[in-house]
């Protein structure tokens, strides 16, 4: 129980915190009975699983649902009848709360009638409280959940009695739907915001395919495509091997390491703004500067999908910034490759079949600087080059954009679930308003 401490006058001081003194305090278990799913077993028994009888929902597929998408619409896979009956049939507007696994202590509300297995509790016969009331302030609970109730050494659980022992702020059943309102149009704010970003993602990456291969041409394009050898037209700047002990936030020099490579969503890197890890020059003797328009590479990933992941330098700072361990840093010919367009040098299909035939090694896959020079790739002229990373880049910024606006959204949600659901802010549907 938390300390309580003398508090205004209006506020109370209740197992909950501070809330409005108009407000109660329940506890689960006094809304409704808390039970616990059943899993058949064993497990994967085709008498029981696979089947088509009643859906199925396992607290793994709770994994896969966003923050913000409060209800349980559809299950992967049904049970059988006979499976059915050795495990626990839901029904649907139920809350239930993840009781185990990663999502200890996730609160949802299910949209069918299903069957649950063990890792998921449920208030069933609910006599009251708004659903989503409760599921939202479950939610703000889960860190405390984790860490401090669920008992074990091991993976944590919640059992029924300590579910049930959970206390909840209570107004009035108004009120409780008149928050649950307002965090749910938040909650589809950031929805929409996730599918149009979502849909701008692949419409950019449709037509990044067309235009990096020259199936489609922008206006006043039409000039043949020409065939490049890029061991021609390339340069290497000297990498500076240090680990990630050997680097500070002090130092003014910049350090690009192979690592924050792979962890970028950007394929620019704006390095005169951005924060990043700093190196002393006392490590840097005779070292390579980057320069703007210079492709970085990290020389070696644990997936497909990481060969051939570069950045071009954007922006460099007055202090300088070089290129880190396991790094390729690559100066190209701007005549050849210009200046924007080499950022997208990793999503051409001809250069990226070449790299994958080339690269070697059975755990982590291999670029080296011989493998990227004897690439031949078809090209268009510079020219047309700056057009193309022009209208990448314009569908860039406005999915940046969004992104912004996304994390904005969410920042909004997590502030007024803290105000609402603590009564520090009260909504016009009660009279007793916060002061």
Excluded at 291 to 306: I, K, M, T, Y
Aim: proline share 5%; net charge neutral.
């Amino acid at each position: 129980m938390k300390n309580i401490r003398e508090v205004p006058a209006r506020y109370a001081a209740t197992e909950v915190g501070e809330i409005p003194s108009d407000w109660e305090v329940k506890f689960i278990g006094e809304l409704g009975k808390v039970v616990r799913g059943g899993s058949p077993r064993p497990a994967g028994d085709p008498r029981f699983f696979n089947g088509s009888f009643i859906p199925w929902l396992t607290v793994a597929a709770l994994t896969t649902l966003p923050e913000n998408r409060m209800e349980v619409t559809e299950t992967r896979t049904c049970l059988t009848r006979e499976g059915s009956e050795k495990s626990r049939v839901l029904p649907a507007d139920t809350v239930i709360i993840a009781n185990s696994g990663a999502t200890l202590g996730v609160a949802k509300i299910l949209k069918l009638r299903c069957c649950a297995n063990d890792g998921i509790a449920a208030l069933i016969e609910q006599r009251e409280g708004d659903k989503e009331f409760l599921c939202y302030y479950i939610n703000t609970q889960t860190e405390y959940l984790r860490e401090v109730v669920a008992p074990g050494n091991g993976q944590p659980n919640l059992n029924t009695k300590l579910i049930r022992e959970l206390p909840i702020p209570f107004p009035v059943e108004d009120e409780q739907r008149a928050i649950s309102e307002a965090l749910s149009d938040v909650d589809g704010l950031i929805t929409a915001l996730e599918s149009l970003i979502g849909k701008k993602q692949a419409i950019r990456q449709g037509f990044m395919q067309q235009l990096l291969t020259g199936r489609t041409r922008l206006p006043g394009f039409s000039n043949p495509w020409r065939e490049v050898l890029l061991g021609e037209h390339v340069g290497y700047l000297k990498a500076v091997a240090l680990s990630r002990a050997q680097l500070d936030g002090e130092s003014p020099t910049r350090y690009l390491h192979y690592g924050d490579i792979h962890a970028r969503k950007s394929v620019v890197l704006n390095a005169a703004h951005e924060t990043m890890p700093r190196v002393s020059s006392a490590l840097l003797r005779n070292a390579d500067y980057l320069q703007v328009g210079d492709l970085v590479f990290a020389d070696a990933s644990e997936d497909p999908d990481g060969v051939g992941k570069s950045v071009e330098v954007l922006s460099v700072p007055s202090t300088g910034v070089v290129p880190g361990l396991h790094t390729i840093a690559a100066r190209f010919d701007k005549a050849v490759l210009a200046d924007g367009f080499k950022a997208y040098l990793q999503f051409i299909p001809e250069f990226r079949s070449a790299l994958l035939r080339l690269a070697a090694g059975t755990k982590v896959l291999a670029t080296t600087r011989s493998f990227i020079s004897s690439i031949k790739m078809t090209l268009p002229d510079v020219d047309e080059q700056r057009a193309i990373s022009l209208v990448i880049a314009d569908a860039d910024r406005e999915i940046h954009g969004l992104v912004v606006r996304l994390a904005k959204a969410r920042d909004v949600k997590q502030g007024m679930m803290q105000q609402l659901l603590t009564g520090r802010t009260r909504l016009s549907c009660q009279s007793a308003l916060h002061e």
